[in-house]
């Protein structure tokens, strides 16, 4: 057929011995290149990581950006930021679901393509999935009981509770 794009497959070991900038989503042998590098993108990551590492005691948590984390045996995804519960030690690719996944759109991105990332952190146990719209500041949350829109502009999480009012986060992108 004319047009159509046939994926590379490329085996796991070699995926996992190969650095990308940035690094890539892999599932099922295709290497997906993720929408990252735009000012707003990048901003809101940074603000949502220096909120939590400036209450990692308080909260108990750990707070990294651009994380490997193998969701199934054959899938690894590359969150924008991964919370996770306790202070470490920490393995290089993390194996066991983290508290919580944020994903903060890029222009780019397609509603099929989150929905697709979204459903591998839930199925993998995530118990909680930010997405997050820097450019109209909206976000949602996905649970393995659902999703539903922020319309209170907080985000909460149970046990342990986190409560982050989204106020607070965008504040840092109008300085």
Same mark, same amino acid.
């Given at each position: 057929?004319?047009?159509?794009? *046939?994926? %590379?497959?490329?085996?796991?070991?070699?995926?996992? =011995?190969?650095?990308?900038?940035?690094?890539?989503?892999?599932?099922? $042998?295709?290497?997906? /290149?993720?929408?990252?590098? /735009?000012?707003?993108?990048?901003?809101?990551? %940074?603000?949502?990581?220096?909120?939590?590492?400036?209450?990692? @005691?308080? #909260?108990?948590?750990?707070?990294?950006?651009?994380?490997?984390?193998?969701?199934? &045996?054959?899938?690894? =995804?590359?969150?924008?930021?991964?919370?996770?519960? $306790? *202070? $470490?030690?920490?393995?290089?690719?993390? =194996?066991?679901?983290?508290?919580?996944?944020?994903?903060?759109?890029? @222009?780019?991105?397609?509603?099929?393509?989150?929905?697709?990332?979204?459903?591998?952190?839930? @199925?993998? $146990?995530?118990?909680?999935? #930010?997405?997050?719209?820097?450019?109209? *500041?909206? &976000? #949602?949350?996905?649970?393995?009981?659902?999703?539903?829109?922020? @319309?209170?502009? %907080?985000? *909460? %999480? /149970?046990?342990?509770?986190?409560?982050?009012?989204?106020?607070?986060?965008?504040?840092?992108?109008?300085?």
């Amino acid at each position: 057929m004319i047009g159509v794009k *046939r994926a %590379t497959l490329v085996p796991l070991e070699e995926y996992l =011995r190969t650095t990308y900038r940035p690094d890539c989503d892999y599932v099922d $042998g295709e290497v997906l /290149e993720r929408n990252v590098g /735009e000012h707003p993108h990048s901003n809101l990551q %940074t603000e949502f990581v220096v909120y939590f590492r400036t209450r990692r @005691k308080q #909260w108990n948590v750990h707070a990294v950006v651009e994380q490997r984390v193998q969701v199934a &045996a054959r899938r690894f =995804r590359i969150p924008d930021i991964c919370v996770m519960l $306790g *202070r $470490g030690p920490f393995p290089p690719i993390f =194996r066991e679901p983290p508290f919580i996944c944020i994903e903060i759109l890029s @222009k780019d991105d397609t509603l099929a393509s989150m929905l697709d990332r979204i459903d591998d952190y839930l @199925k993998f $146990g995530v118990p909680y999935v #930010w997405l997050v719209n820097p450019l109209n *500041r909206r &976000a #949602w949350v996905y649970t393995p009981d659902g999703s539903r829109e922020v @319309k209170d502009g %907080t985000l *909460r %999480t /149970e046990n342990p509770e986190i409560v982050i009012p989204l106020a607070d986060v965008f504040a840092g992108l109008d300085d």
